[in-house]
T-cell receptor, first 116, second 112 residues
């Protein structure tokens, strides 16, 4: 597709279960970001991938959160032993970094995670 | 620390009135600045951006923002608010490490 896609669009899980959220960035985009948006809150940065560089994990809230990006394209955000406070909309964005471009973020529609 | 700060989590204006949403950035953030908008039940989309050149940037739907280096500000304005402008607005900046960071957002409400 032409845009950033995320799956699933909605995920309901029980406390303590693990979940995986998927992001397909725009083809050719070298940078990929995960953000979390809680009800009434702003965008919380989680993790940033740029090309083959080591990811910037400085925003991950705990060691229950991890993410990987395979082949420089698809990314998976994994949350282990989910807690109710993990309930939020998880947004993925990608952009094309490089000389002459201006870093416009293209956002996916998000995955709404509800932990019961 | 590198940061983008939005003053006011909620702004309410009357239809037809001036809209002013404030954003300040830390001086360590290079002047690549953005405003994004999130309409109810929709995804985020770019409203406007500043990279180089003219400091007054015009975006979609009549919005504009002015980059003021001396004030480290990038406030968003619109001369006359419309009901359809009701949304969440996010200011963002690019750090030296090329990471995009966002402010906490400002919810704009329009009174009839």
């Amino acid at each position: 597709g032409a845009g950033v896609s995320q799956s699933p669009s909605n995920k309901v899980t029980e406390k303590g279960k693990d979940v995986e959220l998927r992001c397909d960035p725009i083809s050719g985009h070298t940078a990929l970001y995960w953000y979390r948006q809680s009800l009434g809150q702003g965008l919380e940065f989680l993790i940033y991938f740029q090309g083959n560089s080591a990811p910037d994990k400085s925003g991950l809230p705990s060691d229950r959160f991890s993410a990987e990006r395979t082949g420089g394209s698809v990314s998976t955000l994994t949350i282990q032993r989910t807690q109710q406070e993990d309930s939020a909309v998880y947004l993925c964005a990608s952009n094309l970094l490089g000389v002459g471009n201006t870093d416009t973020q293209y956002f996916g529609p998000g995955t709404r995670l509800t932990v019961l | 620390a590198q940061s983008v700060t939005q003053l006011g989590s909620h702004v309410s204006v009357s239809e037809g009135a001036l809209v002013l949403l404030r954003c300040n950035y830390s001086s360590s953030v290079p002047p690549y600045l953005f405003w994004y908008v999130q309409y109810p039940n929709q995804g985020l989309q770019l409203l406007l951006k500043y990279t180089t050149g003219a400091t007054l940037v015009k975006g979609i739907n009549g919005f504009e923002a002015e980059f003021k280096k001396s004030e480290t500000s990038f406030h968003l304005t619109k001369p006359s608010a419309h009901m359809s402008d009701a949304a969440e607005y996010f200011c963002a900046g690019r750090t030296k490490a090329s990471k995009i960071i966002f402010g906490s957002g400002t919810r704009l409400s329009i009174r009839p």
